[in-house]
């Protein structure tokens, strides 16, 4: 049984419950209880239509569950019959339920991380990742979400800044994470993109397009990481490159300057260098210094500092990086880089293989150890002279 499909079905089907009036939270566990049955009954009996079995099977588990709570026997009794199996139109509803999770009674960083875990299919941990917040703190934060909007019908759509924020951290975690979501998310940003001017989702399509153009180039045959300035340039997409640099200067040409144009407009530069070493450093500084502007993220300081130290030298990189919280995800991994950059081995090798314990993904982590092991090899081929 393919699970990315079953992955890809399941926000439609979502969407389909709350639409026949299920609240959010009762519909999620429906549809959880009929992708379990799947799994257990699918490989043996495979429908002819999934997706319609999927709707099927969650309204039956929702009005069982429904009926089985006496708190809700008023509700019980306005459902509607259960409907007869069949075909299931071939609508997706997948944007359209991003915006009702974005509902306006949650705060967006609830309503951000509710979406994830229900519609993106993240783990908590993922979505704890991505906030620099532990797992158990997310828990609660998602756990007090589904209470706000436990009964509330979704008839609300949430605000675009909002699903964008979804979107993006959806295509971050199928970039550089455990689950392949990135295609996934640049479809529906494309989509939105295609429904609404507004150049903030310009920014953010461009973005995910100049990022996702260096995918072919970011893992070796063996599966192994690949830097940016090591990367086989001739395997970057020049047909997506080409497209997202067109969107972001259609963008930047409205002056309406948003986080995810700044970011897009980094991309671009390295992007737009035929090499590593023709990398405009100075120009990809003064972009920081526009996101940190506009979001004084921790984050976006953190690659802030690696940028100064490309333009202006690592030394001038470590100063910047020693303004901030070494307890930052990746700092470890910075400040190696710079120290290797400014020759002290010793302590790059020794935060590599800090960094290395802290990775968040497992391509990371082999990455981060081979460069621990590359500099102690260094080291001890020159003790040993």
């Known amino acids: 049984m393919d699970e990315a499909m079953l992955r890809s079905l399941t926000p439609n089907v979502l969407a389909v419950l709350v639409r026949r009036g299920a609240d959010f939270v009762a519909a999620e566990d429906a549809v959880q209880d009929a992708l379990v049955e799947a799994v257990r009954g699918w490989p043996a009996d ?35 019959e259960e409907p007869a199996p069949e075909p299931a139109p071939a609508v997706d509803d997948t944007l359209q339920l991003y915006f009702l999770c974005a509902h ?46 436990s009964g509330v019908r979704f008839d609300q759509p949430g605000d675009v800044a909002t ?27 494309r989509q939105l993109a295609s429904e609404i001017d507004h150049p903030e989702v310009a920014g953010l399509l461009a973005l995910m397009l100049l990022h996702h153009a260096r995918r072919a180039a970011r893992t070796a045959p063996d599966g192994s990481l690949v830097p940016l300035a090591e990367q086989d340039r001739g395997r970057w997409d020049t047909k997506a490159i080409a497209e997202g640099v067109e969107i972001l200067q259609a963008a930047l040409a409205r002056d309406r300057l948003g986080e995810f144009q700044a970011q897009a407009a980094v991309a671009a530069l390295h992007a737009d260098a035929p090499t590593a070493e ?17 979001t004084d993220n921790p984050v976006v300081r953190l690659n802030r500092a690696v940028a100064v130290g490309e333009a202006d030298g690592p030394r001038a990189g470590l100063a910047a990086l020693a303004a901030l919280d070494d307890s930052l995800p ?24 800090e960094a290395a314990q802290k990775a968040p993904n497992l391509s990371e982590r082999n990455h981060l150890t081979r460069q621990a092991a590359r500099l102690n090899a260094l080291l001890n081929a020159r003790r040993s002279r």
């Open 46 to 80: 495979p429908p002819r239509d999934a997706k319609g079995w999927l709707i099927t099977v969650a309204w039956r588990k929702f009005l069982d569950a429904t009926r089985a709570d006496a708190a809700r026997r008023r509700r019980e009794e306005s459902v509607d």
């Open 330 to 353: 990746r700092h470890a991994a910075v400040a190696a880089y710079l120290h290797e950059r400014d020759g002290d081995l010793t302590t790059a090798a020794r935060l590599y293989a």
């Open 163 to 189: 699903v964008l924020r979804v979107l993006y951290l959806v295509f971050n975690e199928g970039y550089s994470g455990d689950v392949d979501l990135a295609a996934e998310a640049i479809r529906l940003t």
């Open 104 to 149: 306006p009674s949650l705060t967006p960083s609830s309503a951000v991380a509710l979406t994830l875990r229900a519609v993106g299919g993240l783990t908590t941990r993922q979505i704890a990742q991505a906030y620099l917040v532990p797992e158990a703190t997310m828990a609660q934060r998602i756990s007090r979400a589904k209470r706000t909007v």
């Open 278 to 294: 023709e990398t405009d450093w100075v120009q990809i500084v003064e972009w920081y210094d526009e996101l940190t502007r506009l």
